[in-house]
């Protein structure tokens, strides 16, 4: 059933905190996915590919990020994409919606019933922690710490030589990568896309080769 709302609560420090990692590409495919999902309330069914058309992607880096988000953002199921943190939000903005009606219904001025709205929220918010923390780790189920012996295959060195990335530069960023997901507990489905994402926003900060400029004289 589409949802008749026109905005949802979004808190930026927290997305900030769990996207800084992504590129442009792939916090615009978030973004377009989660409008999608509260649009939908949260009925999505599990088709990569209609959200590919859903999303206009038009280019293979955009297929990429879009299904690298649905893969460390959502789970799946009963054949539905799932996110917990917007069934949450919407979880919550349904029951605001029900408090105004019916302060409202009962003579409550506006400012009352935001009020009583505002309280409820926050009583929901303190009383759900535990249950989101649980549904975080159930979440969190299908991804995967960094795999023992991860590193180096001859198919991420063909990948960068189509990147036109050196093994010696693939292996510096393979060090940085596993460093940072090991000190911030990162975990994905597929840890080679991740770290074919990590090399095209350059999370080891390596100087890119720039080639040199010619000058033509006359």
Not at 30 to 55: K, M, P
Not at 110 to 139: C, F, G, L, Q
Not at 157 to 168: A, C, F, Q, R
Request: glycine share 4%; hydrophobic share 35%; net charge positive.
């Amino acid at each position: 059933m589409a949802n008749n709302k026109f905005w949802y609560a979004r808190n930026w420090s927290d997305y900030q905190d769990k996207t800084r990692h992504l590129t442009l590409a792939q916090h615009g495919a978030y973004v377009l996915l989660l409008d999608y999902y509260y649009s939908r309330d949260g009925e999505v069914q599990a088709i990569a590919t209609d959200l590919l058309r859903v999303c206009s992607s038009r280019t293979t880096e955009e297929d990429d990020a879009i299904t690298f988000i649905l893969d460390n953002f959502f789970s799946v199921k009963d054949g539905k994409y799932v996110n917990d943190r917007a069934d949450k939000e919407m979880k919550i903005a349904r029951k605001v919606s029900a408090v105004r009606k019916v302060a409202g219904s009962k003579g409550g001025s506006k400012k009352v019933a935001n009020m009583v709205a505002k309280r409820y929220t926050d009583t929901d918010t303190d009383t759900d922690t535990v249950t989101d923390t649980i549904k975080h780790k159930n979440s969190r189920n299908n991804k995967k710490p960094v795999p023992p012996g991860f590193g180096i295959t001859p198919e991420l060195i063909n990948w960068g030589k189509s990147k036109s990335v050196s093994e010696t530069k693939l292996n510096e960023h393979m060090e940085n990568f596993i460093n940072q997901s090991l000190a911030r507990d990162y975990r994905y489905v597929d840890w080679n896309a991740a770290f074919r994402n990590a090399v095209k926003a350059n999370w080891a900060k390596l100087p890119e080769k720039r080639e040199p400029k010619k000058f033509i004289f006359e």
